[in-house]
């Protein structure tokens, strides 16, 4: 949320004079993005974008409102930070809570059986922001599912690969993917003695040991939800249990919880996977995490969640999905599953990354020539200049006044980063030349008005400006 | 708003089999955007903001919703169009109607007291929804505004540029550009005797004339709206001027028009700008027409609204906009002016037209490369290959079978239109080779595991696909 360069920072609003209004404000939670910002921003999503696209997803759009129907009964407890719309007769809506359930939706609305699409959107949550810990009511998540049924682990492998190149590419750090498998998980509570009612809220004890010490959590455990202290220390032995993907699946080999026949099926399935990461060179990134529990109610198998590892830079979850096969039949009577796994990028805690260790000194707009008067006015001549520019598809500009000083023209053009200036003036339009000036070597030449524009193309290409695209 | 291909057009939700729940629904007036859809999209918006781009313009970014109170006063009648979100504590917001409103709010609240900005973003209106005229509820803007203090008509001559530029760029016919000043229809009302009461209501009827007669609107004016008839008369003589922009001009000169003061000062303005666009090489796309009004409250001065000319393709307005020199005023009680000039291009029907026109046959996805299965799993060893290209920035895809058929392979690599299939099996691994099949050509070549990558890239430079951006 940058304040623009030009802005000077005089409270409009508390002037003595006149109207006497407030400065109007944003919503809470809410943010502006200024130019500097939307430059950071555009490149983040690109860089994302383009891994979607090398994995051959398609895009789709969903709207921002859904039937308030459509989201009940799928946040659990956040369902309180959904946010409604007014009543104001006909539908109640509700903006989005995310879009995996848009995602859903769409997939039983429109009868799709199978995809592998990318969608790069905000969703709202009406939660109490944080600054310092980057949590908006507004945000981006770019999310990337492939629904469908295909054979056991494919498709997972797919997306968790997928994970790795954004966080690869994106320069944030080195980072760690922990993984593991809901059905694990639900198997570990049952051989421990956790009573059925008691998972989820076990669970959620569970999924704070990546910030809680063994002790803290297990207090938590017995103390306030009443657990047995002879199971959570059954427990203990199974979540301490953290490492090298194939390691753990060894250390896990011939136990009570591999004998488990849910368990035997999950971990069956994280061998293969491991497996394909293998093959894609990627394995090295993942950490099989048996403490690894992730909040939502709809993931039924494979899970996973990326963190930075170096906690000057960022905290937190960066990444996170699994798989979810039951959600789409939620919203389909007598129709057949439609098996999904996906990853939601937390893209806005990159982008708070990226803008502090590469924001602030790139371009936020892209001309490449000033068209400037040698003197007098020359606006219809500069006009004309600009527009022959434009429509060879350079970008060009020149300042908005009548009759402006050179000197002026030259601290816009070395503001803006600009790197040719063309001076036209009575003598030039006369001549029928230009005089095309490079700023950073301060060389002039005279130029047909015939040739110019092909000349200047030509540097332009020979020499692209790093913030392009 | 296209249903995937892949989808078969059964009705889940009205089998009888168990659930029997319903089909979910999607808000009225709001649609879903499948891939071909998305294509159709991406490119056009592409367009859009390299024009934007080319004139230098600035992204910004604000959100979806604003304070009520933001928009409150702003928009006259169609207020009650604007969607609210329910109270549930805290503040009370609504969501944006246009990029206008918020774009004045954001220059207030920052103090930005010049900025060339584009803003491409979805608004939100509560209107009986049309899909025959292209009107929803969520819909797509591309606004473009100059804000800052400036020589007369040099932003103004920039914005009427843009607006010729993306018309050109985006095929969907010709179209032409009607032209005036809210300055002028004010001087115009006066001189025929129109009570100032009566301006806004005689206003928008004879906006109406692009539609209807003169006749017609003659009736409303005085038997709907009880206007004198001979003021209605006299109105006639102005409201039907239109045509070539410097003929028009000259019609006007010497008349009871043209002496009054403001509509002097209006018919200077409008000379200087012809004066620049026919610099810029664009007046031929422009007609000066008196019976051009808008409907918005806050314009100050130049307004203008472009037209398709082949009814065929399209009707009703593509883009529209004018000065509004006192709206961000409206936020700032003692702060100073920010005069600003812009066009909001009407994107949702320029799509439609594209869709019908131009829809339908492009790829939805960018794979370049199916890497198969010579026969057997072979499922690391594809993500393998997979991953190797993936790092070379090439996009490529395996099908998510474990033993998949060759000719499902080969399917899916001509439906997805992938031009290169590679093939590997255990005779291919244990070389240290890949098959590399060209699908148009039927040509086969059998290359080294080091080399295979750096040729693919080669072929695929040398023949980008038509739907690469």
């Known amino acids: 949320n940058d304040a623009p360069k030009k802005a000077k920072k005089e409270k409009a609003g508390k002037k003595g004079g006149g109207g006497g209004k407030r400065l109007p404000k944003i919503a809470k939670g809410a943010r502006d993005f200024g130019p500097a910002s939307m430059v950071v921003r555009e490149k983040t999503f690109k860089i994302v974008t383009d891994v979607f696209k090398r994995h051959g997803a398609e895009s789709i759009d969903t709207p921002v409102f859904e039937l308030k129907e459509t989201l009940t009964g799928k946040y659990g407890e956040d369902s309180k930070l959904i946010y409604d719309?007014?009543?104001?007769?006909?539908?109640?809506?509700?903006?989005?809570?995310?879009?995996?359930?848009?995602?859903?939706?769409?997939?039983?609305?429109?009868?799709?059986?199978?995809?592998k699409r990318y969608h790069i959107a905000r969703v709202y949550r009406r939660d109490e922001p944080s600054l310092t810990r980057g949590r908006y009511r507004e945000f981006y998540q770019c999310d990337f599912d492939i629904a469908g049924q295909y054979s056991s682990m494919m498709p997972d492998a797919e997306v968790c690969k997928v994970v790795t190149e954004i966080l690869d590419a994106v320069p944030i750090g080195p980072y760690q993917i922990k993984i593991s498998h809901r059905k694990l998980l639900d198997a570990m509570m049952s051989i421990c003695g956790v009573p059925d009612e008691k998972f989820r809220t076990i669970c959620s004890s569970i999924d704070k040991l990546d910030k809680e010490p063994w002790e803290a959590v297990k207090k938590e455990m017995c103390e306030l939800k009443g657990l047995d202290e002879a199971v959570a220390d059954k427990i203990e032995q199974w979540v301490v249990k953290k490492g090298r993907p194939f390691e753990v699946l060894e250390d896990v080999k011939g136990t009570e919880l591999a004998a488990h026949p849910a368990a035997k099926v999950a971990l069956e399935e994280l061998a293969l996977l491991f497996e394909y990461l293998d093959g894609m060179q990627c394995l090295d990134k993942f950490d099989f995490d048996l403490s690894l529990a992730r909040g939502l109610d709809y993931y039924t198998g494979l899970i996973y969640e990326a963190v930075l590892l170096d906690a000057s830079i960022g905290v937190g979850s960066i990444a996170a999905g699994g798989r979810y096969d039951d959600l789409v039949g939620m919203f389909k009577g007598g129709g057949k599953q439609v098996p999904c796994v996906g990853v939601s990028i937390g893209i806005e805690r990159i982008l708070a990354i990226m803008e502090r260790l590469h924001g602030g000194s790139t371009r936020t707009s892209h001309s490449q020539v000033l068209v400037a008067s040698a003197g007098g006015s020359m606006v219809k001549e500069r006009f004309r200049v600009c527009a022959e520019l434009w429509k060879a598809g350079v970008c060009?500009?020149?300042?908005?006044?009548?009759?402006?000083?050179?000197?002026?023209q030259l601290e816009r053009a070395l503001d803006a980063q600009i790197p040719y200036m063309i001076v036209v003036g009575e003598d030039e339009v006369e001549k029928g030349v230009v005089k095309v000036k490079t700023l950073s070597t301060k060389e002039e030449v005279t130029l047909s008005r015939s040739e110019y524009v092909d000349v200047l193309k030509k540097w332009i290409a020979a020499e692209p400006m790093k913030e392009e695209e």
Chains 1, 2 share one sequence.
């Open 85 to 115: 719309l007014a009543d104001q007769g006909g539908e109640l809506l509700a903006l989005r809570y995310d879009l995996t359930v848009p995602f859903a939706r769409y997939l039983a609305i429109n009868n799709v059986g199978n995809i």
């Open 396 to 408: 060009a500009e020149t300042v908005h006044t009548a009759k402006p000083k050179m000197q002026k």
